[in-house]
Nanobody, 120 residues
Framework: VQLVESGGGLVQTGGSLRLACATS????????IGWFRQAPGKERDLVAA????????YYADSVNGRFTISADNAKNTLYLQMNSLKPEDTAVYYC??????????????WGQGTQVSVSS
């Protein structure tokens, strides 16, 4: 399994960014893709996830209503549209794969991360 993130950068408060996660090797019967983030000195937290079968989603309270996770199955790419960004959204964002389709399961495969910085 390979996961490659892109789309990070520097944006002002209130701005938007779209992250992409290009995937390969996801040949499982079902799986989930999650977007995590880790700010300096903090734990890595799940912010959004989507299940391959059925497309059910999960959002952390801190991003619900501002972030949208989506999938383009033809391109094997997942997206995280981030709107109304706040300085507290600043972090390294990672995409990860869970091999049984459980949104809150154990994520075993990880990308290298992409930095998102929101200036005040």
């Amino acid at each position: 399994v390979q996961l490659v993130e892109s789309g990070g950068g520097l944006v002002q408060t209130g701005g938007s960014l779209r992250l992409a996660c290009a995937t390969s090797g996801l040949i499982f019967d079902d799986y989930a893709i999650g977007w995590f983030r880790q700010a300096p000195g903090k734990e890595r937290d799940l912010v959004a996830a989507i299940r391959w079968r059925g497309g059910s989603t999960y959002y952390a309270d801190s991003v619900n209503g501002r972030f949208t996770i989506s999938a383009d199955n033809a391109k094997n790419t997942l997206y995280l549209q981030m709107n109304s960004l706040k300085p507290e959204d600043t972090a390294v964002y990672y995409c990860a794969a869970e091999r049984q389709g459980r949104l809150l399961g154990v994520y075993d495969d990880w990308g290298q991360g992409t930095q998102v910085s929101v200036s005040s």
